[in-house]
């Protein structure tokens, strides 16, 4: 088992950016992918922001590409979402996620992550 803990959310104004952090715990010595998805008031979740297990290969949805940057800090157990430009349309909670021990690259399709956090609220209005 792997427990998520996301951080770092808030309200912001537009053009402001924000830093989002997800520390692992409980199986963490195991190589899995990870992920950024988020969903808004009344809409289906979607992804954001995937990477690999060494974090060599990363991928973006192409609302937020050229915008947010995903990485990951292995020895510490934490990914992170750095989000610049920030617009009214990223509001939403936003949610990391971990594909099964094992399962080594990203992935865009939300049902190959097993374990997901509680989600942080993210607010871009002026």
């Known amino acids: 088992q792997v427990q998520l803990v996301e951080s770092g959310g808030g309200l912001v104004q537009p053009g402001d950016s924000l830093r989002l952090s997800c520390a692992a715990s409980?199986?963490?010595?195991?190589?899995?992918?990870m992920g950024w998805f988020r969903q808004a008031p009344g809409k289906e979740r979607e992804f954001v922001a995937t990477i690999n297990w060494p974090g060599s290969s990363r991928s973006y949805a192409d609302s937020v590409k050229g915008r947010f940057t995903i990485s990951r800090d292995n020895a510490d157990n934490t990914v992170y979402l750095q989000m610049s430009s920030l617009k009214p349309e990223d509001t939403a909670v936003y949610y990391c996620?971990?594909?099964?021990?094992?399962?080594?690259?990203?992935?865009?399709?939300?049902?190959?992550?097993?374990?997901w956090g509680q989600g942080t609220q993210v607010t871009v209005s002026s």
């Open positions: 409980g199986r963490t010595n195991r190589s899995y992918g």
């Open positions: 996620a971990a594909r099964p021990e094992g399962y080594y690259s990203g992935s865009y399709y939300a049902p190959e992550y097993n374990f």
